[in-house]
């Protein structure tokens, strides 16, 4: 059974009448306000029937974070867990004007709502109709799970080309399913924008393609999130630029002695135990069995008269053990 925090958030199924349906490039879609029914239109092609399961508006609280943003659940603390395959469609967008070199580009937000429970599929298709079957035809698709490009409660910035459909009108959908048992997927800042290195935009200033208000990585390129690269650490493993835009990896540490595996004197065993004091962790070293020798002191006696007493000394190995002596009293 899921522990999850209560989370109170304000829904809005009301339809805005007065939404505009931006149809020319550049378009922004930052969900300021609840399109669906306007600009957005949702299907449901699953079982788990009822609107609060196929994909809706939500405005979180300030507290956690204040994003509007659109919303679509494989998890219900009532109901447990579901299994969706919801479909978000847009209205129609011109790009009959435009050619296959006009370098158009659709970018938008994404994030699996609770870092721990992030493994949400989803697929993005454009296509010349807006029937399912249409996308699902469609050879301008991507698929991914949330997790996987970095959005583990956070949200990031994904793109794709569509320019191979320049000089048609165009619908894009977002379909969340291959999910459950996790908890919810938003999307946010979906735009469109063509024309050159700027896509478009008022202002592009690293040249990402992607405009700066919608840029996750101001001053670099956003598609590298998600990609290796090499944080200068040799502690860690698998680095990937994320979405905090920062090069980072996953501390290796096979053995939890807490050095790490390329620093590691005796993997599989604790560096920090060395019981006798030789510099060789215990565990690089065979304590259960020794070579046997024999070692004489430098005088064969000592001798004793009345009240007095004499000492003599022999010096052993450092990792010598289970020593023993023979005394002869004569």
Known sequence: MKKLLLFVCILSWSYNTNA?????????????????????????????????YDWYWREYLPVYGGYRCLVSRSYNTADGALTPDNWVISYPIDLTSFSTSDNIKLSWKVRGEYASLSHEYYSVYVASGNTTSDFTNSAVVTSEYADEV?????????????????????????????????????IDDIAITSGGTSGGCISDTDNDGVCDSVDQCPGMNDALIGTPCNDGNPCTINDIYDNNCGCSGTYADSDSDGVCDASDACPGFDDNVDVNNNGIPDGCENLTSCDEQTANFSSNSLTLAGASSQSITLLLPSDSQNISFNIIFQ
């Open 150 to 186: 970095g959005g583990t409660g956070t949200f990031v910035a994904r793109s794709m080309d569509i320019s191979s459909l320049a000089g048609n009108t165009v619908y894009i959908a977002f379909r969340h399913y291959n999910s459950t048992d996790q908890y919810s997927i938003n």
């Open 20 to 52: 505009q349906c931006d149809d020319t490039l550049p378009i922004l879609e930052t969900f300021d306000t609840n399109t669906i029914g306007v600009c957005w239109e949702v299907q449901s092609l699953d079982a788990d029937k009822g609107i609060a």
